[in-house]
């Protein structure tokens, strides 16, 4: 990855992908696996075998104890991940990961406190929204590329399809209830960039280290 200098700080230097843009982050593949890592030594070779299966950009949950680590390790690791972190519901969360080498965080909800800490952060943001007044929150706080969660059970394409009429310039990643199946008639929505899902990462291909499912996943993903 090239380098280069701030332009404020010439004596400073920032990875290109630490100044990504939501949208270039999301539109890098066109699934986001939503990962819960329970067992640390299995982070670095699931993140490989996405990658390999061309699946850059990868949700690290805080939903385990070993999240922050697993986003430490896999980003000295997995030189072509684009690792973020996700379920970051507070400041001090954000701060976390952005300190263990997350680029981006992506939140369940949004609030005001949220977005206040949101507003501060040097990564790419990207909350979750279930209703039209928080996109208007996020909007009035400089963000419009979000998550749509959970996404089935607040209407899905029906939802995203009613939110484009008057808030055309919003993207969105619906993340909640999308299988393989599904994932197309979501990824033909002019506002949609890419969707989420947990599917890439089924628990027993995990926990058997069957790297070489898990990329044939990740291709049949990528593929969409």
């Keep these: 990855m090239m380098n280069r ?26 699934v986001v696996p939503v990962i819960a890592i329970d067992d640390l030594s299995t982070a670095v070779d699931l993140a ?3 990658v390999e299966g ?9 939903r385990t104890a070993a999240g922050l680590e697993a986003i430490r390790q896999i980003k000295k690791e997995v030189p ?3 690792v973020g972190a996700g379920t970051v519901t507070n400041g001090e969360q954000l701060k976390a990961v952005t300190d263990a080498g997350a680029v981006f965080a992506i939140s369940p909800g949004f609030n005001i406190n949220f977005a206040k800490a949101a507003e501060k952060s040097s ?5 979750g929204i279930a209703t039209p007044g928080e996109l208007m ?6 963000i ?4 749509l969660f959970p996404a089935e059970v607040v209407g899905g394409k029906a939802m995203l399809k009613a939110l484009y009429g008057p808030f055309a310039d919003v993207r969105f990643c619906p993340t909640g209830g999308i299988s393989l199946e599904t994932a ?11 969707v989420g899902g947990s599917w890439l990462t089924p628990k027993e291909a995990v926990q058997n280290k069957d790297w070489a499912a898990i990329t044939k996943l990740a291709k049949e993903a990528s593929a969409l």
Aim: net charge negative; proline share 10%.
């Design 5 to 30: 200098p701030s332009e404020t700080h010439p004596h400073y230097f920032f990875t290109l992908e630490n100044l990504m843009t939501p949208r270039e982050i999301l539109t890098a593949g066109k």
């Design 48 to 50: 490989h075998a996405l």
């Design 54 to 62: 061309g699946i850059p950009t990868l949700e690290i949950t805080l």
């Design 80 to 82: 072509n991940a684009i």
């Design 123 to 127: 990564i790419a943001v990207i909350p």
């Design 137 to 142: 929150l996020a909007l009035e706080h400089g």
């Design 144 to 147: 419009n590329t979000m998550k």
């Design 184 to 194: 197309p008639g979501y990824l033909a929505l002019p506002n949609v960039l890419c």
